[in-house]
């Protein structure tokens, strides 16, 4: 195992694209670290600078005290895991595993014991003698994963190993990979561009935008307290509600609807004027089901999703809607903008399953103001993390 640590990493390929931007952080001794963000952002490229793949155009990798910048890969001593298995069709399991010791000149009985305890660690000990093809996707890329493991390397770098993977197997494989992490505390990277992976795997989880570093904490702090308003609309599934409102001494106003706003729910560093406000889904609750004492207001339903435990309700405000760019949208296209085409902000709610919304009708909503969220409306930073930053210089 070994620390990784990166410092002022940049990759800049020709004609001046720059996928990476000065790129700073420390990966700790046996942590999973998982990188995220939407396609182009550099997750991948800086992966594979970590693993030697790509040459960097400026700054340090280091690997606990090693100086690892300009070390081929070979010679960093890290296991890859990709997105496609990359197995040898004509080899079976145990030889597809067993096949980095033996390029190694392993002797072969450490060979045999070796494979023997990562195919058990696996749950591939009936699968030892199929080959390939004989094998589920999962089943795959548990061998593919095993290869990996089996060299006992100083660190693993996974880009997007399950994303080839079904919908539900996924959810299995990624409860076998933190128990997998748990039994061999091995220094993991791990990238991805599914937030709901980033959260649910990663210790920490790096959110990067356009070769850049966004945010770097734990993911319950990522979704508490975002740094900025993209983070904000990234994290979360589904995405933060956001929208331009005019903020007063004890009020905020969104469009022509106006919510009472007591001190403890306005942010310090937040002036009266334009701010950017951003309320989590499971902020609103259908009135009827919540407390009395909250705001409430009434909304035109366009959309309802019963998911059993939980019902999404798609309302209409008539706002300018604000789509952050990239981020992942369950009511956006590809171009981010909104799939209705109206010009009324859509707004989603996470409310009581037995609430009787049904489409075309109005809602009475209630909203828990403790849940907003401010951001500038320039450089769209959290209000409240300038607040504390504050503090902290002070």
Do not use: W
């Amino acid at each position: 195992m070994a620390e990784i640590s990166l410092e002022n990493v940049r990759k800049e390929f020709a004609a001046g694209v720059v996928a990476v931007d000065d790129v700073s952080m420390t990966i700790g001794d046996g942590e999973f670290m998982v990188l995220v963000g939407p396609s182009g952002c550099g997750k991948t490229t800086l992966l594979r600078a970590i693993g030697g793949l790509e040459k960097v155009s400026g700054g340090r990798i280091l690997l606990g005290d090693r100086d690892v910048t300009k070390l081929a890969p070979a010679a960093r001593d890290l296991a890859m895991v990709f997105q496609n298995y990359a197995l040898y069709p004509h080899m079976t399991v145990r030889q597809n595993l067993g096949y980095a010791l033996r390029v190694r000149k392993t002797p072969k009985n450490e060979i045999a014991a070796r494979t023997e305890t990562v195919a058990k660690l696996l749950g591939l000990d009936d699968l030892l003698d199929r080959r390939p093809g004989a094998l589920s996707g999962g089943q795959q890329q548990r061998v593919a994963m095993g290869r990996a493991i089996i060299r006992e390397p100083a660190a693993f770098l996974m880009d997007e190993p399950l994303s080839n993977l079904d919908a539900k197997l996924r959810v299995g494989m990624r409860t076998s990979l933190q128990q997998l992490h748990t039994r061999l505390g091995t220094t993991t990277v791990y990238v991805t561009h599914d937030q709901v992976e980033a959260m649910t795997l990663g210790q920490r989880v790096a959110v990067m935008r356009d070769g850049l570093l966004q945010q770097v904490d734990s993911p319950q702090r990522l979704y508490d307290d975002p740094a900025n308003v993209f983070v904000a609309a990234f994290i979360g599934s589904p995405s933060m509600n956001l929208v331009e409102a005019m903020l007063t001494d004890d009020a905020v106003a969104i469009g022509s609807l106006t919510l009472p706003l007591d001190r403890a729910s306005r942010p310090a560093a937040a002036t009266d004027g334009k701010v950017v406000l951003g309320i989590r889904p499971e902020a609103f609750e259908d009135a009827a089901f919540a407390d009395g004492s909250l705001p409430q207001f009434e909304a035109r339903v366009a959309v309802v999703e019963e998911l059993g435990s939980d019902a999404f309700v798609f309302f209409e405000l008539d706002v300018e809607p604000i789509v952050i760019e990239a981020a992942q949208s369950d009511v956006a296209d590809e171009d981010g903008s909104m799939l209705t085409g109206s010009e009324r902000g859509l707004f989603v709610a996470r409310v009581n399953p037995k609430t009787k919304a049904a489409v075309g009708e109005t809602l009475r909503l209630s909203v828990d103001p403790t849940g907003f969220y401010f951001f500038s409306p320039d450089g769209g930073e959290s209000l409240r993390n300038r607040a504390a930053a504050a503090v902290t210089a002070g």
